[in-house]
Nanobody, 122 residues
């Protein structure tokens, strides 16, 4: 079983920065992608950024258009931690941010964290 635990959310003013972390624990060695999603009130959950970890996706990084140039996804392999560095935050970035991992195991398994609130005030 894999557990994802996010941290780093909070309240920040427009134009500010926040750094999110996601600690990954467990014994699934077939995790192929890791990423961040977000969900604003009344909206559907949407992809923010993801990166590939093994297989054909290894080394790939992709961002949603609305965060390109402002957010950076990265990973510390040694500490099994995923990061999201968020700069130039806008009020529209206010949402709950979720850490996600997808595994090849059992024809595909999705893992989710519990989410961390990011609020950008104007």
């Amino acid at each position: 079983q894999v557990q994802l635990v996010e941290s780093g959310g909070g309240l920040v003013q427009v134009g500010g920065s926040l750094n999110l972390s996601c600690e990954v624990s467990g014994n699934d060695f077939q995790i192929a992608t890791m990423g961040w999603y977000r969900q604003a009130p009344g909206e559907q959950r949407e992809l923010v950024a993801w990166l590939g970890t093994i297989g054909t996706a290894a080394g790939l990084i992709n961002y949603a258009d609305f965060v390109k140039g402002r957010f950076t996804i990265s990973r510390d392999n040694g500490k099994n931690t995923l990061f999201l560095s968020m700069n130039s935050l806008e009020s529209e970035d206010t949402a709950i941010y979720y850490c996600h991992a997808w595994s090849y195991r059992d024809s595909g398994v999705n893992y989710w964290g519990q989410g961390t609130q990011v609020t950008v005030s104007s």
